[in-house]
C-alpha cells in the first residue's frame, strides 16, 4: 500500500545535527513532489520545505532556511531532511508528506519522527 | 508570507450537528486553500483541496467552499469521529502556511 515511513529523530543538544529520513513505497516517488511538515508539542502544524519532483526546485521556510536542507534519493525513494545549527524551538514532530501533483496540498503523510531538542 | 486565520479556534456542537470553520487568507490565494483533519497522535488527514475539491474517499458531509481570501469548511450531520483539530493550508506561494487550527469538541 501506499505508505510513507521516517525515521532519525531523537533528542540532540541545541547547536547540533540530525538527518530525517522517509522512506516512500506504494506508488512512483520519483513522479511527485514532497514536503516537510513539523508540529512542536501542543502547537498547530508549520509548513517546513518542499522538494520538486526530481530534485531540481526546493523551497524553505524563513525559520529553517540555512540551517535545515530538503533533498531527496529518486533511485532509493527516500526523502531526507538534513537539519543543521538545531535550536530549542525545532523540537517537534517531523512528518514527511506527498504533495497531490500540481495542487500543494499533502495527501499522504507518514506517521512522524519525534525531535528534541535539549541540552 | 501569507498569513492565514481561521476562526472560531475552539468549537462546540453535538452529533447530527453542522459547523462551518472559516479561513481568511492575507492576500488573494485564488483557490489554492486546502483543508486537513488532525486527531490526537495522528498525522493530518487531507480533507479538501483546491477548496472545494473532495480528497479521495473523504465522506461527502464535508465540503469546502471559497475564492479569493475568504473560505468555509461545512461539516453537515456530525458523526462522533469528526471531533478533531481542523486546519486551513495555503498552496498558492511557498511558504505555504497552514491557519492556527481549529478545534472541534463535543458538546
Known amino acids: 500500500q501506499v505508505q510513507l515511513v521516517e525515521s532519525g529523530g531523537g533528542v540532540v543538544q541545541p547547536g547540533r545535527s540530525l538527518r530525517l529520513s522517509c522512506v516512500a513505497s506504494?506508488?512512483?516517488?520519483?513522479?511527485?513532489?514532497m514536503h516537510w511538515v513539523r508540529q512542536a508539542p501542543g502547537k498547530g502544524l508549520d509548513w517546513v520545505a518542499v522538494?520538486?519532483?526530481?530534485?531540481?526546485?526546493?523551497y524553505s521556510a524563513d525559520s529553517v532556511k540555512g540551517r535545515f536542507t530538503i533533498s531527496r534519493d529518486n533511485s532509493k525513494n527516500t526523502l531526507f531532511l538534513q537539519m543543521n545549527s538545531l535550536r530549542a524551538e525545532d523540537t517537534a514532530v517531523y512528518y514527511c508528506?506527498?504533495?497531490?501533483?500540481?495542487?500543494?496540498?499533502?495527501?499522504?503523510w507518514g506517521q512522524g519522527a519525534m525531535v528534541t531538542v535539549s541540552s | 508570507d501569507i498569513q492565514m486565520t481561521q476562526s472560531p479556534s475552539s468549537l462546540s456542537a453535538s452529533v447530527g450537528d453542522t459547523v462551518t470553520i472559516t479561513c481568511r487568507a492575507s492576500?488573494?490565494?485564488?483557490?489554492?486553500l486546502n483543508w486537513y483533519q488532525q486527531r490526537p497522535g495522528k498525522a493530518p488527514r487531507l480533507l479538501i483541496y483546491?477548496?472545494?475539491s473532495l480528497q479521495s474517499a473523504v465522506p461527502s458531509r464535508f465540503s469546502g467552499s471559497g475564492s479569493g481570501t475568504d473560505f468555509t469548511l461545512t461539516i453537515s450531520s456530525l458523526q462522533p469521529e469528526d471531533f478533531a483539530t481542523y486546519y486551513c493550508?495555503?498552496?498558492?506561494?511557498?511558504?505555504?502556511?497552514f491557519g492556527q487550527g481549529t478545534k472541534l469538541q463535543i458538546k
Open positions: 493550508q495555503q498552496s498558492y506561494s511557498t511558504p505555504y502556511t
Open positions: 506504494g506508488f512512483p516517488f520519483s513522479n511527485y513532489p
Open positions: 483546491a477548496a472545494s
Open positions: 508528506a506527498r504533495d497531490l501533483r500540481g495542487v500543494g496540498a499533502s495527501d499522504i
Open positions: 522538494i520538486w519532483y526530481d530534485g531540481s526546485h526546493q
Open positions: 492576500q488573494s490565494i485564488g483557490n489554492s
